[in-house]
Nanobody, 126 residues
Framework: QVQLVESGGGLVQAGGSLRLSCAASGRTFNRYAMGWFRQAPGKEREFVAV????????YYADSVKGRFTISRDNAKNTVYLQMNSLKPEDTAVYYC???????????????????WGQGTQVTVSS
């Protein structure tokens, strides 16, 4: 079972930037894709971004495309989410997630992810 710990959340004004980090432990990090999801108050959890095990392929929700960038550092067992041009509607708890199946390059759905972090709060003020 992989353990995931997010950090980097906080309060930022609209138009600002934040970088989230997710440190993974418990299994071979570089064999697995990694993803970010978010859940706003009163809403369902939604997909944000995923990066393939190789780091070559990245996928984004339309709502964040062009503003957010997912990346990974396999030497540090860490995945990042750089968030620029933040909007109040980006306010949510952001979760890091890891899939159960290794070596995937395709876009994954939430059902593919069996391990989740505790979440980090991002609040964007207008």
């Amino acid at each position: 079972q992989v353990q995931l710990v997010e950090s980097g959340g906080g309060l930022v004004q609209a138009g600002g930037s934040l970088r989230l980090s997710c440190a993974a432990s418990g299994r071979t990090f570089n064999r697995y894709a990694m993803g970010w999801f978010r859940q706003a108050p009163g809403k369902e959890r939604e997909f944000v971004a995923v990066i393939s095990w190789s780091g070559v392929y990245t996928y984004y929700a339309d709502s964040v495309k062009g503003r957010f960038t997912i990346s990974r550092d396999n030497a540090k067992n860490t995945v990042y989410l750089q968030m620029n041009s933040l909007k109040p509607e980006d306010t949510a708890v952001y979760y890091c997630a890891a899939p159960d199946i290794a070596y995937t390059n395709r876009q994954l759905s939430e059902a593919d992810f069996g391990s989740w972090g505790q979440g980090t709060q991002v609040t964007v003020s207008s």
